[in-house]
DNA sequence: ATACTCCCCTGAGAGC
DNA sequence: TGCTCTCAGGGGAGTA
C-alpha cells in the first residue's frame, strides 16, 4: 500500500526517466481508473503535452505538463512499467501512455483501485481531490496547536484520524501503526483525548518514521513494488507492524481491527488512557 | 459538522 | 485437486 515514502520513490524514478517526454498517445482499457474528466476528453487533452515534473501531494503523484495537471493515485497495488510500443498487453495493465522514441508507459493495478485525474494548471489545486488535502509532514504549519485543534471534537480512534487525508496526508495503514507505536499511544484512544504532549510526540515521530523511509526508498510488502525495478527497504526497519513480539518490551504484539484496518500494537508500550 | 455504511476489485488463503 | 467463501484496503458517495 504506497503511503507518502512510496510514492516518493515512485515519483523520483518516473521523473529521472520521463523528464522532457512528450506525450504522443493515450490509450484506456478500463474506463473506471479515468476519474476526471471523460475517458475521450482524458486522452484528447493528455496528448501533445508535456512533462516538465513528477513530484507528489499527500499521497497522490503529481505530473505537471504543459498545461495540465495529471494527478495519479496508486491506492493499494498501482504501479508503473515501461514497454515498447505494440508490446501486447499484459494482464492488469489499464493505461497506456506512448511517448517517444516508441516507449509504452504503462499502469498496471490488479484491483483496479487506482484513479487519475486531468486538471487544467491553474484550478488544480483549488478544486477536489487536492483542495480536500491537511498538511504535508514536512509543511511547518502542522505544529501541536493544529492538531489539538483538529482533534478537539473527532471521537473516533485516533488511528483512523491519522489515516484522514484532510488533516495530515501521507499517512496510510503501516506507517500510521509505527508512529502510535513510537509515540506510545494506544491505537483506539479516542483523539480528542490526547494531550498536547501526545500531538508533539505524533508530529516528531510521523518525522522520523516518514523521513527514515523515504531514504530507504520505502516499504515493499506483499503486492507493492514501487515500479520496475524500484524496491523499498524499509520494511526491514519495521517496528510493530506485522510483528509478533515488540522490540522494546519483548510483549506479545497484539492484532485488532480499528474501523475495519488490521491494527497491530504492543498492549504494554500503548496503554489506553482514559 | 461528525460518523457511519457501502462499494469498488482481485488474488490469496482457509475450509471442505 | 478443485471448489466456494472470506477478507484486505484508500477513499468517494451516500445517509443519519
Sequence with gaps: MPEKPEVITV?????????HQKILECHVFWDSIIAKPSVSC???KIVGEEILSITTRGKFL????THMILLIHLRMEGKFFFRKKGDPLQKHEHVEF????DVSLRFHDVRKFGRMYLLPKDTAYLEKPLSELGYEYTDPKLNEDYLLRRFQNKKIPIKS???DQRILCGIGNIYDD?????????PNQEACSLTKKDCSHIIQYTKEVLDHAILLGGTTIRSFTS?????GLFQNELLVHGKE??????SKIIKIKVQGRGTYFCPNCQKRKK
Design 11 to 19: 515519483a523520483r524514478h518516473l521523473e529521472g526517466q520521463l523528464l
Design 245 to 250: 513480539v515488540c522490540p522494546v518490551c519483548s
Design 42 to 44: 482524458f486522452c484528447q
Design 178 to 186: 509505527e508512529i502510535l507505536f513510537l509515540s506510545r499511544i494506544h
Design 98 to 101: 506512448i511517448l517517444q522514441d
Design 161 to 163: 484520524v491519522l489515516l
Design 227 to 231: 515500479s520496475e525495478g524500484v524496491h
Design 62 to 65: 503529481v505530473f505537471e505538463l
